[in-house]
């Protein structure tokens, strides 16, 4: 059996899938109208645990009137993305990197500010955990952060600390 949670919110699939089946959608139209169904009791049983199954009846087998408005509201258009944020998955981590020079050091300095504050400095092990928070690859992150002149780094490489401007 189903989900009761994922009836609830409406599965475009689920739905189209039960439709899809002439007996199961002749059924819904029966009960959307109040009818008594025609089908044998096998079938509109089956038809029933269809219907129920993507969500278009509810518990007690009643059309649910609200599914349709659900199912189209899940599927709405999010607002795109803008600035440094096109650039992070929904947890905050770093998606991709921007191939436009100015795009990516933006990117970077707002990860720099992140992790750390002026006048912080950090060893190359505590460094390299922090950036594990934004990226799966945390050393070609510090790298990038080195390069681009938003981190400073001890010749041996055991600080890091911020650049001046680089928050």
């Known amino acids: 059996m189903k ?32 009818l008594d169904s ?4 096998e079938r509109a049983a089956k038809a029933r645990a269809n219907l129920a199954n993507a969500g278009l009846l509810d518990g007690d087998g009643a059309v649910d009137n609200r599914l349709f408005a659900r ?6 258009r999010k607002a795109p993305k803008e600035g440094t ?6 947890a905050g981590r770093i998606d991709r990197y921007p191939k436009n020079l100015e795009e990516r050091l933006g990117l970077l300095r707002v990860v720099a500010g992140k992790v750390m504050v002026h006048g912080q400095q950090l060893t190359e092990v505590e460094l390299t955990a922090r950036l594990a928070e ?11 952060l080195v390069d681009h002149g938003m981190l400073l780094r001890q010749p041996d ?5 911020l650049a001046d401007g680089s928050d």
């Open 3 to 34: 989900d009761p949670m994922q009836a609830t919110t409406g599965d475009w699939r689920q739905v189209f899938g039960a439709l899809a089946n002439e007996e199961t959608r002749r059924y819904y139209a029966q009960q959307v109208l109040g």
């Open 85 to 90: 944020d096109r650039f992070l998955d929904a």
């Open 71 to 76: 199912v189209l509201a899940s599927g709405a």
């Open 38 to 41: 025609d089908l044998r009791p």
């Open 134 to 144: 934004f990226t799966d690859n945390p050393v070609l992150l510090r790298r990038y």
């Open 157 to 161: 490489g055991s600080v890091y600390r």
